[in-house]
């Protein structure tokens, strides 16, 4: 069964420092997703994206953040200058039209 | 933001028996609504939905229930296996299934042999 990948499962990254978060999802899906869960609490939404542009994002979504699909099969989260609080677990997603969304196995970043 | 709720943060119930999770709504916009499943170092995995024109969806062993005029949704599995142990999360989401997804804080369920 296809799946969403992502990669790398953890990243650690020092306050300040870019990171990018990668995301495969399945191969014919048309909308994008990225959630986080810091530890202890609820999943949250950050941005979805569908064909090339952002369609919704959440407060947490802020100018540090960015993603992008640079070709025909990735899907990246930036983080231009992390910080501590953005230590958590990130889940990209995907999902055909009128379809639930299936989730990556997430990439637990700790800033440090 | 508390607009998704789950009240109780675990659930132990005997293998064979039924388990019954519970979430609670506050958003009308809300019209569809999912029940992920997580085990530890895996992202959520979809169970089941329902729609808000439905009371009732059933898959296997999963059935959702939704009671639209007290804003609460119930998941009951039937019967519980061991392999059904981990964190269940409630979702749910404004026009249709594309819309952002609004989780409850989830609720562990552990399966006893």
């Known amino acids: 069964e296809p799946e969403v990948t992502q990669t790398p499962s953890h990243q650690v990254t020092q306050m300040g420092q870019e990171v990018i978060l990668r995301c495969v999802p399945i191969?014919?899906?048309?909308?994008f997703y990225w959630y986080r869960q810091i530890l202890g609490q609820k999943v949250e939404f950050l941005v979805s994206f569908y064909n090339n542009e952002i369609s919704e994002k959440s407060e947490i979504f802020d100018d540090q953040f960015s993603v992008e699909r640079p070709d025909g099969s990735n899907f990246t989260l930036k983080i231009r200058s992390t910080k501590l609080e953005d230590s958590a677990m990130y889940f990209c997603?995907?999902?055909?039209?009128?379809?639930?969304?299936?989730f990556g196995n997430g990439t637990r970043l700790t800033v440090t | 933001d508390q607009q998704v709720k789950q009240n109780s943060p675990s659930l132990s119930v005997q293998e064979g028996r039924i388990s019954i999770l519970n979430c609670d709504y506050t958003n009308s916009m809300f019209d569809y609504f999912l029940w992920y499943k997580k085990y530890p170092a895996e992202g959520p995995t979809f169970l089941i939905s329902i729609s808000s024109i439905k009371d009732k969806n059933e898959d296997g062993r999963f059935t959702v229930f939704l009671n639209k005029s007290a804003k609460h949704l119930s998941l009951h599995i039937v019967p519980s296996q061991p392999g059904d142990s981990a964190v269940y999360f409630c979702a749910a989401s404004g026009r249709n299934a594309g819309n952002m997804l609004t989780f409850g804080g989830g609720t562990r369920l552990m399966v006893k042999p």
């Open positions: 997603a995907s999902r055909r039209e009128n379809s639930p969304l299936h």
């Open positions: 191969s014919n899906h048309l909308y």
